[in-house]
Antibody
């Protein structure tokens, strides 16, 4: 059974930093890309970042590029989200997710087939 | 990429069928069969219920079905049950992922 256990999160002042962790079990971690998705209070889902299985390739939404950094340690089955220069608008529940792919002649469909429990990040003075 | 457009709310009575729409553009939903759907109960993590427009992951009820026409994808829930009351999000993948605005399903 796939399990994604998140830790980190909490209250941080504007301009501050925080690191989220997500530890995986139940699958061969290094074979799968991972992503982070966030949800502001009362709002919808927003894709934030993704990282390839090897960690060589990273991807970010424009809203977080340059401030949030995704990384992974395959020896620890853990993916991280380092959050710097935090703003009030970064306040959200952050979910990690395991990415899966479906191959088509026209390309790859990418979707998140397992999710962590979520962790709340509050940016406020 | 801009968020995909979904109706804010859809409701139905137990046993009925309802259809949720997800409208994108010719650059995302209309280009490829790369649409997925997620169900989210209050204060819970999202759950994948449809991928590749119409495929169901193992364990997902066959009461959920997906389709697409042009720039609009649809999720149909047949035999509506109380446990289906939740938020539903579509998503499309091109070079990155984009989610829909979300639809709240209410079972009357």
């Amino acid at each position: 059974e796939v399990q994604l256990l998140q830790s980190g999160g909490g209250l941080v002042q504007p301009g501050g930093s925080l690191r989220l962790s997500c530890t995986a079990s139940g699958f061969t971690f290094a074979n799968y890309a991972m992503s982070w998705v966030r949800q502001a209070p009362g709002k919808g889902l927003e894709w934030v970042s993704a990282i390839s299985g090897s960690g060589d390739n990273t991807y970010y939404s424009d809203s977080v590029k340059g401030r949030l950094t995704i990384s992974r340690d395959n020896s620890k089955n853990t993916v991280y989200l380092q959050m710097n220069s935090l703003r009030a608008e970064d306040t959200a529940v952050y979910y990690c997710a395991k990415r899966s792919y479906s191959q088509h002649s026209s390309g790859l469909d990418v979707f998140d087939d397992s999710w962590g429990q979520g962790t709340l990040v509050t940016v406020s003075s | 990429q801009s968020a995909l457009t979904q109706p804010a709310s859809v409701s139905g009575s137990p046993g009925q069928s309802i259809t949720l729409s997800c409208t994108g553009t010719s650059s995302d939903v209309g280009s490829y069969n790369f649409v997925s759907w997620y169900q989210q109960h209050p204060d819970k993590a999202p759950k994948l219920i449809i991928y590749d427009v119409s495929k169901r992951p193992s364990g997902v009820s066959n009461r959920f079905s997906g389709s697409k026409s042009g720039n609009t994808a649809s999720l149909t829930i047949s035999g509506l049950q109380a446990e289906d009351e939740a938020d539903y999000y579509c998503s499309s993948y091109t070079s990155s992922s984009v989610f829909g605005t979300g639809t709240k399903v209410t079972v009357l």
